[in-house]
């Protein structure tokens, strides 16, 4: 069955988010499909400068990032999102604790403090909730996000 050209639709035409199979072999190639950000094994990609502000599919606007940090990310250049990292790093070096906000799957939000920057690779973390400082365990599978609120300074 003959088809007329001007009938086919690419795959471009349907997906704007679509990588050329030769950019993406480049890429991965390039940064050791690793994630540019956290170094862990991956094959997926991100926009340095996301479509949406502008950039465009092309090599050097593409990084290997894993899914974890391309959420975090979002719409930051690598620039942009490494400051956000280094900011929230900074905090707990230069803090006795650090005060975050829990955000729930749930939808609920919890406030607290804690003296170490919760790691989501691990189960579990303990934080003090609440004027009287009662501790609670925090089970990460059922948190959805971190966000850091501040820190008291090391005397």
Known sequence: MN???????KHTDLDPSYIPLAHRREVLERDKKSCHFCHRPTEYLCHDLAKCRGGQTTPDN?????????????ELTAAEYFEVRLKEENIFKEATSVFIKVYYISG??????????PSLNSR????KVGENGKIVKVNIAN?????????????
């Not at 609920?108 to 920057?117: H, L």
């Not at 579990?124 to 934080?127: D, G, K, L, V």
């Open 3 to 9: 088809i007329p050209r001007s009938l086919v639709i």
């Open 62 to 74: 593409l990084l290997t990032c894993c899914m974890d940090c391309r959420r975090e990310k979002g």
């Open 108 to 117: 609920r939000s919890r406030e607290g403090e804690v003296e170490a920057e």
């Open 124 to 127: 579990e973390f303990y934080m």
């Open 143 to 155: 948190v959805e996000d971190i966000e850091i609120l501040g820190g008291k300074e090391k005397k």
